[in-house]
């Protein structure tokens, strides 16, 4: 199960993805690495991932 952190900052990343108009095309939990993973953007190059601690990272990867 994600953490109390982990599902704060997902709502705040997919409300600014959401004000952006950003589609999100993947949204995962893994169980193993307990992390969050989304993939969103028009190209699907924005990757954000978030971390048990609720600290998060991205990346744009050009196409």
Sequence with gaps: MPTVNQMRQVVIICQYLSNFYQPIYLFRYDVD??????????????????????TWRYEIVEL
């Excluded at 690495?33 to 609720?54: H, K, M, N, P, Q």
């Design 33 to 54: 690495r307990e992390e969050i993973f989304i993939i969103a953007g028009d190209l699907e190059s924005i990757e954000i991932t978030i971390f048990r601690d609720g």
